[in-house]
């Protein structure tokens, strides 16, 4: 059972800066791939940003784009997603999701198989 663990949300002010984590457990993970998305209050879940296992290929929303960076950790089986210059509109749950064999990173939350339990992330402005 592939479990997903959340964390690094937090109250940070406008332009701040918070790294969230992602641990993975309960399969190997190599030919598959990980997208990190956010829900604000009475919004729909949106895509962020996903990453392959190899971290050879990484898409982003134009949203974040050059204010987050994802990437891989596969000795300890996490995903990080590094967002900077954040703005109130930032705020949101942000949930770690998995997409098992898949060699391409997918924008569609329908796609992921597993999903993470949220972590809060609020800007204040």
């Known amino acids: 059972q592939v479990m997903l663990v959340e964390s690094g949300g937090g109250l940070v002010q406008a332009g701040g800066s918070l790294r969230l984590s992602c641990v993975a457990s309960?399969?190997?993970?190599?030919?598959?791939?990980m997208g990190w998305f956010r829900q604000a209050p009475g919004k729909e879940r949106e895509f962020v940003a996903a990453i392959t296992w190899s971290g050879g290929i990484t898409y982003y929303a134009d949203s974040v784009k050059g204010r987050c960076t994802i990437s891989t950790e596969n000795a300890k089986n996490t995903v990080y997603l590094e967002m900077n210059s954040l703005k109130p509109e930032d705020t949101a749950v942000y949930y770690c999701?998995?997409?098992?064999?898949?060699?391409?990173?997918?924008?569609?939350?329908?796609?992921?198989?597993?999903w993470g339990q949220g972590t809060q992330v609020t800007v204040s402005s």
């Open positions: 999701a998995a997409d098992l064999n898949t060699f391409v990173p997918n924008r569609d939350a329908h796609e992921y198989n597993y």
């Open positions: 309960g399969r190997t993970f190599s030919r598959d791939a």
